[in-house]
C-alpha cells in the first residue's frame, strides 16, 4: 500500500526542471520564511488536449527580501528582550543534542544568549564584589566598562545613602 502511494506521488510530481528549490529557511517574528530558486523555464500543462505552453522566466518573490540578502540578525544585546521566550530557548536548545527538537538558528541564539547571560553574571559577581569591599567608584566603574548601564545605576543607587 505504502509503496503504490509512492508510485502515485512520484508520477504525478512535476519533473525535475519544474521544480522550485529550496535554498533556505528561518523563523522571523511574524512566522516562516523560505527562499526558493525558481526555474528558468517552466511547461504549463493545460487540462484540455491544446499544446503545452511555455512560460518565460518569472520573478516570484515569496518574502519581502526573497531577492536580496536577509539583513543581518541583529546582536543579542540589541533585540527586544522577553525574558521568558530567552529563558525557555537556553533551556530547550542551550545544551541540545543532536536529536533535539531545535532548528539550527534557535540554537545559535540559544548559544548567543547563554553566554551573554554567562558574561552578565561574572560582571554583576564582580560589581558585588566591589560593593562588599566598599569600593563604589570602581564598582560603578567596571559596571559602566562591561555595558551594562543598569547595572551601573543599580550600584549608584546602593552607594548613595553612604555618601
Given at each position: ?102 532548528l539550527p538558528g534557535e540554537r545559535k541564539e540559544a548559544q548567543m544568549l547563554k553566554e551573554a547571560a554567562a558574561k552578565s553574571d561574572a560582571l554583576r559577581s564582580k ?37
Amino acid at each position: 500500500m505504502l509503496l503504490l502511494m509512492l508510485a502515485l506521488l512520484q508520477a504525478s510530481a512535476p519533473s525535475e526542471e519544474a521544480r522550485a528549490t529550496l535554498q533556505s529557511c528561518q523563523t522571523t517574528d511574524k512566522g516562516w520564511v523560505c527562499h526558493y530558486q525558481m526555474p528558468t523555464e517552466m511547461t504549463v500543462k493545460p487540462l484540455e488536449g491544446q499544446p503545452p505552453v511555455v512560460a518565460p522566466p518569472a520573478t516570484v518573490e515569496l518574502a519581502p527580501a526573497a531577492s536580496a540578502k536577509p539583513p543581518p540578525e541583529k546582536p543579542v544585546s540589541e533585540k527586544p528582550a522577553d525574558p521568558s521566550r530567552q529563558t525557555r530557548l537556553i533551556a530547550r536548545c542551550g545544551d541540545a543534542k543532536w536529536y533535539s527538537a531545535c532548528l539550527p538558528g534557535e540554537r545559535k541564539e540559544a548559544q548567543m544568549l547563554k553566554e551573554a547571560a554567562a558574561k552578565s553574571d561574572a560582571l554583576r559577581s564582580k560589581v558585588t564584589g566591589l560593593l562588599s569591599e566598599n569600593r563604589c567608584d570602581e564598582a560603578v566603574k567596571a559596571a559602566l566598562e562591561g555595558g551594562d548601564l543598569s547595572l551601573a545605576r543599580e550600584a549608584r543607587a546602593f552607594c548613595a545613602p553612604q555618601r
